[in-house]
């Protein structure tokens, strides 16, 4: 089938450059997608958006480009609850990438079998409205309570406008829960204002909750640009970023959210992200927690030695 991506739409960097922060051994994209290719693995009917084909090939190359050692592959909204691609793209690591799922509730113990055993450990809640449509949350409870036996956990995207309204609804889950892109804060506010204060207080109260400290890129309000050789890309975000990684040094995951959906102002060089990293997380020893510890704990808690 053809398909042709949403207008304005930018296609993913092509040519990263070599980061020149040296990633420790072993460490994780936790947070990426592979999209299609979509002759191969259709985009969902009830997508929002048509994005470019991004294959699992091209992500390993990246991968592998980078310095990273291993991926967390996360279901985007473009394949609905088809997860074929992604599954495709678990297979084909050959043990080196994890996956998020999407399921319905319809989903059968063997489908969730099937999926275990290529490499799934959690499934993905999105509630950002722009992305997909509302599903109830007693179907969203049932396919929490079937997926917690399996030892898979709840990864959840929101915007934080929606966290008091969605608060109870989380901390009703009974895994641990793994917030996309701090919740996305509006980085214009105070960092000490009420709204990141509040998810502050979300991860304080409830420690089975964990953050990805992800998407400068989509959050930033001053963008991509250093100013004068000194200043911070995506600067406004650093704080929120620096506060989550030291105040829950053992409950945070990066990744380069790479293919980058959704961006239409600017596409970062995914070096240029990875360039990020010691800003948000400034000791070796944060970024040995941050980029390997703490998604290995979480995805590949079999390789971890007790
Ligand atoms: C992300 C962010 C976005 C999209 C999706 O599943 C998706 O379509 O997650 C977004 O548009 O903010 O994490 O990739």
């Not at 997860?83 to 399921?103: F, I, P, Q």
């Not at 009420?194 to 089975?208: D, I, T, V």
């Not at 990684?245 to 240029?272: A, C, I, Q, Y």
Request: include cysteine; charge should be negative; aromatic fraction near 10%.
């Amino acid at each position: 089938m053809e398909f042709t991506k949403t207008p304005g739409w930018l296609d993913w960097y092509t040519g990263p450059s070599q980061p020149r922060f040296k990633l420790p051994a072993g460490a994780v994209d936790a947070h990426c997608h592979v999209f299609g290719p979509g002759a191969q693995y259709p985009y969902a009917a009830e997508r929002k958006y048509t994005p470019c084909d991004a294959s699992a090939a091209q992500l390993f190359a990246l991968r592998d480009h980078l310095g990273f050692a291993r991926n967390v592959i996360v279901q985007a909204t473009c394949h609905g609850a088809d997860n074929s691609a992604m599954l495709a793209a678990l297979t084909a690591s050959e043990g080196r990438a994890r996956g998020v799922a999407t399921v319905r509730r319809d989903v059968t113990d063997a489908a969730l079998q099937a999926m275990h055993a290529a490499g799934v450990r959690a499934v993905r809640f999105n509630f950002v409205k722009r992305l997909v449509d509302f599903t109830p949350k007693d179907e969203l409870l049932e396919i929490a309570a079937r997926i917690a036996p399996l030892g898979w956990h709840v990864v959840i995207y929101f915007e934080a406008v929606d966290l008091p309204e969605l608060w109870d609804f989380f901390t009703a889950l009974p895994t641990t829960v793994v917030v996309d892109h701090m919740g996305r804060p509006n980085v214009s506010q105070p960092v000490d204002g009420p709204e990141f204060e509040l998810f502050m207080k979300f991860m304080r109260l409830h420690p089975n909750v964990w953050s990805k400290v992800t998407c400068p890129e989509r959050l930033s309000v001053t963008g991509p640009k250093a100013l004068n050789g000194e200043a911070q890309a995506y600067r406004d975000v650093v704080p929120f970023a620096r506060r989550l990684v030291e105040s829950f040094p053992d409950r945070v995951l990066w990744g380069t959210d790479w293919p980058h959906p959704n961006l239409k102002d600017h596409m970062p060089d995914d070096g240029l992200l990875v360039d990020f990293i010691p800003a948000i997380a400034s000791t070796s020893a944060l970024q040995q927690q941050l980029l390997v510890d703490n998604p290995m704990r979480l995805y590949w808690p079999e390789l971890v030695s007790a």
